[in-house]
Structures are given as structure tokens and as C-alpha cells.
């Protein structure tokens, strides 16, 4: 058992609208890590940084990912820092990965400045870049299609990803 597709990007790239847009069109489900964390712990991606901090955050979202890996067939959609883990990228090889690159304008946009994303509290444009930056050659590492989804519909994107999914 393993993912059709597991979606991987920064914060905006578009992995739940996208995700959720492909599993439709595979006619498979739709899994969110970062939903799966939020049901395991009781509580929202932010007041597990704020209450338990990002250490506990990354243990909760490695296990979930570990977990949908094993038992989810549809799409996958990470958490924008869930391949920072080591044991993620070494479980993520074999799979069929498409990064969902997205440019600072357009995350900015779609995260909004004033979002509830821990990461991004101080300084969010700034945050953002950095992280995107820092993430950017572990994401290209990973992946075996990279899709850009600036200035596109989530449908334009679907038909990208669909397109490398044959054989």
C-alpha cells in the first residue's frame, strides 16, 4: 500500500486545494498531515508550537507522515517542513513526489501576512523567504515532477500533474 501521489511545497504552493482537486480526479482520497497532526494532538499546527513547541511539532509530524505512508492510497499532502526529518526523506524515496513550487509573491499572497502560521510570526515575508530558500534543494531533491503553480488555476496544475502521472 502506498500513495498515488504525495504533494510536497512550501507554505501557498497550493497542496491542499491541489491535492484535494487530484484526489478527485483520481477518484482516490485526500490525507493532510498536518490535518492527521491537529487530530492526533487535540489541537491546532499553532498552539502545538506555541504550548509545546516546534520540537514536539516536527516528533508529531514525523509519526504522522511515517503513518500515512504506510496506510494511505490516495493523495498525500506533507506539511511545508516535514522534509526536513531525515527518516520523511528516506521514507519518501520510492514514492511518486511532485513539488509544488511556488514564488515569494504568490505565497505571500495565498499565506497572507496576517496568518496564524507559526513560522511565519516575525517578519512574514521575510520568514517566508527564508524558509522557501532553505527548503527549495530538499525539495527538488526529493521529488520526481516539479510543478510550478504561480499565476495558474489549481485545475491547470491537476492537468500538469496528471499529465507526468502516465505512463
Known amino acids: 500500500m502506498a500513495p498515488r501521489v504525495v504533494l510536497i511545497g512550501p507554505p501557498g504552493s497550493g497542496k491542499s486545494t491541489v491535492g484535494q482537486l487530484l484526489a478527485g480526479r483520481l477518484g ?75 514564488g515569494l509573491s504568490q505565497a505571500v499572497q495565498r499565506v497572507g501576512l496576517a496568518s496564524a502560521r507559526p513560522l511565519l510570526v516575525l517578519n512574514p515575508r521575510s520568514q517566508l523567504k527564508k524558509l522557501m530558500d532553505a527548503r527549495r534543494p530538499l525539495y527538488e531533491g526529493l521529488a520526481g515532477q516539479v510543478v510550478a503553480t504561480d499565476d495558474r488555476k489549481p485545475e491547470e496544475v491537476v492537468d500538469e500533474i496528471m499529465g507526468g502521472l502516465l505512463p
Request: aromatic share 6%; proline share 1%; charged share 30%.
Open 28 to 102: 482516490v482520497p485526500f490525507r493532510d498531515t498536518d490535518a492527521d497532526v491537529e487530530r492526533a494532538a487535540g489541537k491546532s499546527v499553532s498552539d502545538i508550537f506555541i504550548e509545546d513547541g516546534e520540537e514536539t511539532f516536527r516528533a508529531l509530524e514525523a509519526e504522522a507522515v511515517r503513518l500515512a505512508l504506510a496506510e494511505h492510497e490516495g493523495v498525500l499532502s506533507l506539511g511545508g517542513g516535514a522534509i526536513l526529518a531525515e527518516a520523511t526523506r528516506e521514507l519518501l524515496a520510492g514514492h511518486r513526489v511532485v513539488y509544488l513550487e511556488v
